[in-house]
């Protein structure tokens, strides 16, 4: 389908989540290209790799973070996550303030922001 998938890859630098469901939303994030799974506590913990970065899922309650991805081919990732199932909302566009991104929200209400890396704007 792409040439180069690898190139869809989402990069992240690190951050931990409090979840309602650990197992849902290691379902849910696993679907992002360039994610494996490194670490699992079955119902109370889950720590992910993405990219460069770590997710830790933690079994908490629902909060309203804000996630911030790399993509240096947003126009590709949103398509290739369209297909695959996600929730993605609007495709990529220029922000106002300058940024070319798109948005998803995960199970639990988080947004996710796939953004063009600054220096390639």
């Keep these: 389908m792409f040439s180069n998938d690898t190139d869809l890859n989402a990069s992240l630098q690190g951050l ?10 290691i379902e849910f994030y696993m679907k992002i290209p360039g994610t494996s799974l490194f670490f699992h506590r079955p119902g109370s913990f889950a720590l992910l790799h993405i990219g460069k970065g770590q997710l830790g899922l933690l079994k908490k309650g629902v909060g309203s973070m ?6 240096h081919q947003p126009d590709a990732l949103y398509q290739q996550l369209k297909e695959t199932g996600f929730p993605v909302e609007e495709p990529p566009v220029k922000k106002g303030w300058g940024e070319y991104d798109f948005t998803i929200h995960d199970p639990d209400g988080y947004c996710l922001e796939f953004n063009l890396p600054h220096d390639r704007e």
């Design 16 to 25: 931990t989540l409090a979840v309602a469901d650990v197992e849902r939303s």
């Design 66 to 71: 804000h996630l911030e991805f790399d993509s």
